[in-house]
């Protein structure tokens, strides 16, 4: 690309992924606007010189303000990086419905309110804009203990191709990025750090110190990549003149693109493993038998 690119990005909270490819992108000198619903979580970028502005993807008045500051500074965008979102564990049978609308939001609503909002100044585009979808692995492996957090992010890979298609008339790019374990602080951030508990009633109680560590994501520790590394290798992508429709970085996110090859047994099979459910199967003593938490 011969000149610097204008690119927005929404959850640049620092920690976040949204900050490391804010960075990752600034140092290949494009011009980068980092947006977050609290701008005090972005006051590292000021030794770097990234421009911040606020964005609170829930917030029709905050977008629509967000919208009018980078039309005023400068007439379009060249590309819109979706990253706000937030992450929900729990067993679905447990899992709370106001926390869980909540969830799609964020991880739905909040997007498509996003885009549609910045679509314009996309369209000014010299070079012909582009979309970029933060999704995740989880949209396409049934990962338990987060069935809720997965369909939210399949909703975005589905909405993201739907996109792709009736936006491809009018010069729009749009990538889905299928992010795999990066360390990050995004367990840190829900609940407010606090682990988290399942119900006293859950009959997943039969295993509860193990299921309970997969809610705070023990089971992908040691599959995590470094988040600066992850932004480098998707910013490579990105920058291409054509980027490819479909972006897998971060830990396991090749295994789950070869996911689709495999009997779907064999990835059940795979899944219960890491889901603990052998352990609370081994457990399981029926209703009204005796019930232990270790194997």
């Given at each position: 690309?011969?000149?610097?690119?204008?690119?927005?990005?929404?959850?640049?909270?620092?920690?976040?992924?949204?900050?490391?490819?804010?960075?990752?992108?600034?140092?290949?000198?494009?011009?980068?606007?980092?947006?977050?619903?609290?701008?005090?979580?972005?006051?590292?970028?000021?030794?770097?010189?990234?421009?911040?502005?606020?964005?609170?993807?829930?917030?029709?008045?905050?977008?629509?303000?967000?919208?009018?500051?980078?039309?005023?500074?400068?007439?379009?965008?060249?590309?819109?990086?979706?990253?706000?979102?937030?992450?929900?564990?729990?067993?679905?049978?447990?899992?709370?419905?106001?926390?869980?609308?909540?969830?799609?939001?964020?991880?739905?609503?909040?997007?498509?309110?996003?885009?549609?909002?910045?679509?314009?100044?996309?369209?000014?585009?010299?070079?012909?804009?582009?979309?970029?979808?933060?999704?995740?692995?989880?949209?396409?492996?049934?990962?338990?203990?987060?069935g809720i957090y997965n369909a939210s992010k399949?909703?975005?890979?589905?909405?993201?191709?739907?996109?792709?298609?009736?936006?491809?008339?009018?010069?729009l790019k749009v990538v889905d990025l299928k992010?795999?374990?990066?360390?990050?602080?995004?367990?840190?951030?829900?609940?407010?750090?606090?682990?988290?508990?399942?119900?006293?009633?859950?009959?997943?109680?039969?295993?509860?110190?193990?299921?309970?560590?997969?809610?705070?994501?023990?089971?992908?520790?040691?599959?995590?990549?470094?988040?600066?590394?992850?932004?480098q290798q998707v910013v490579k992508e990105l920058?291409?003149?054509?980027?490819?429709?479909?972006?897998?970085?971060?830990?396991?996110?090749?295994?789950?693109?070869?996911?689709?090859?495999?009997?779907?047994?064999?990835?059940?099979?795979?899944?219960?493993?890491?889901?603990?459910?052998?352990?609370?199967?081994?457990?399981?003593?029926?209703?009204?038998?005796?019930?232990?938490?270790?194997?």
């Amino acid at each position: 690309m011969s000149h610097p690119r204008t690119i927005l990005i929404t959850g640049c909270s620092e920690g976040g992924l949204g900050d490391a490819l804010a960075r990752a992108l600034h140092q290949q000198g494009q011009h980068v606007i980092a947006t977050a619903r609290n701008p005090k979580k972005m006051a590292h970028f000021e030794e770097l010189g990234i421009e911040k502005l606020e964005l609170d993807v829930l917030s029709s008045e905050s977008i629509s303000a967000c919208v009018a500051a980078v039309a005023e500074s400068t007439g379009s965008l060249d590309m819109l990086i979706n990253n706000s979102g937030g992450g929900y564990a729990m067993p679905l049978i447990d899992s709370d419905p106001d926390v869980s609308r909540q969830l799609f939001e964020v991880n739905v609503w909040g997007m498509l309110a996003v885009t549609r909002a910045f679509l314009p100044l996309l369209l000014k585009s010299g070079e012909g804009g582009t979309i970029v979808n933060n999704t995740s692995i989880n949209s396409v492996l049934p990962i338990p203990m987060c069935g809720i957090y997965n369909a939210s992010k399949a909703a975005a890979a589905m909405i993201t191709d739907n996109l792709r298609l009736e936006l491809a008339p009018f010069n729009l790019k749009v990538v889905d990025l299928k992010t795999g374990a990066v360390k990050s602080n995004f367990y840190e951030n829900r609940q407010g750090g606090a682990k988290p508990s399942l119900p006293k009633d859950s009959l997943y109680n039969v295993a509860k110190e193990d299921i309970e560590n997969i809610l705070f994501g023990a089971h992908t520790v040691k599959l995590k990549i470094d988040a600066d590394q992850w932004a480098q290798q998707v910013v490579k992508e990105l920058l291409k003149t054509s980027p490819p429709l479909q972006i897998w970085k971060g830990g396991n996110a090749l295994s789950a693109f070869f996911s689709a090859f495999l009997p779907i047994a064999l990835i059940l099979h795979v899944l219960s493993k890491v889901g603990a459910l052998d352990i609370v199967k081994k457990n399981w003593k029926g209703i009204g038998g005796s019930h232990s938490s270790k194997p």
